[in-house]
T-cell receptor, first 113, second 116 residues
Framework: GQQVMQIPQYQHVQEGEDFTTYCNSSTTLSNIQWYKQRPGGHPVFLIQLVKSGEVKKQKRLTFQFGEAKKNSSLHITATQTTDVGTYFCAGPGGGGATNKLIFGTGTLLAVQP | EPEVTQTPSHQVTQMGQEVILRCVPISNHLYFYWYRQILGQKVEFLVSFYNNEISEKSEIFDDQFSVERPDGSNFTLKIRSTKLEDSAMYFC??????????????FGNGTRLTVT
């Protein structure tokens, strides 16, 4: 079945350092979404990317969708302690019309003040 | 801002017992979902529900699981005979439209199910 993998699994940074998580799908995706889950919390939607090569920015966060629409990345510039949490990419599962959103394995970000 | 609400926040049950997890999706949303997350692991899709029927389900969602929208507001997940491996955080989610059309999933705070 379809797999969505993320690397790294865990990243520990000093506050102010940059952070990047990479997402790779075994199949081509029509779109990709990113969610953030704070420790003990629930996933919260961050953004959706649809077009090949698309780049979107939200303040210090930069999201990119690969040209082949099989990979994506999230880059955080100058991390803050509020960035702590697990970042998940998610894409439609299976081919054709689907209402199944498959989450990646996640990257847990720890930020040391 | 409207929220998805889930009850209870924590449920402890004995193996073999039936449990019902309850959710109130956002009122104008049409698509409903159940996901589960075993501690420290990824968020796994269980089932999606639209127009009063299951639209998709995963291999996890076997005959022990069922979903229902008993009235205009609640959305429930029933596990008929719980197993130890059913212990997880169960998240309900809803979306206004088909998520592929820029309609994100809104998650509830989850129900932590512990099977002893």
């Amino acid at each position: 079945g379809q797999q969505v993998m993320q690397i790294p699994q865990y990243q520990h940074v000093q506050e102010g350092e940059d952070f990047t998580t990479y997402c790779n799908s075994s199949t081509t995706l029509s779109n990709i979404q990113w969610y953030k889950q704070r420790p003990g919390g629930h996933p919260v939607f961050l953004i959706q990317l649809v077009k090949s090569g698309e780049v979107k920015k939200q303040k210090r966060l930069t999201f990119q969708f690969g040209e082949a629409k099989k990979n994506s990345s999230l880059h955080i510039t100058a991390t803050q302690t509020t960035d702590v949490g697990t970042y998940f990419c998610a894409g439609p599962g299976g081919g054709g019309a689907t209402n199944k959103l498959i989450f990646g394995t996640g990257t847990l970000l720890a930020v040391q003040p | 801002e409207p929220e998805v609400t889930q009850t209870p926040s924590h449920q402890v049950t004995q193996m073999g017992q039936e449990v019902i997890l309850r959710c109130v999706p956002i009122s104008n949303h049409l698509y409903f979902y159940w996901y589960r997350q075993i501690l420290g692991q990824k968020v796994e899709f269980l089932v999606s529900f639209y127009n009063n029927e299951i639209s998709e389900k995963s291999e996890i969602f076997d005959d022990q699981f069922s979903v229902e929208r008993p009235d205009g507001s609640n959305f429930t997940l029933k596990i008929r005979s719980t197993k130890l491996e059913d212990s997880a955080m169960y998240f309900c989610a809803s979306s206004e439209a088909w998520f592929s059309y820029n309609s994100p999933l809104h998650f509830g705070n989850g129900t932590r199910l512990t099977v002893t």
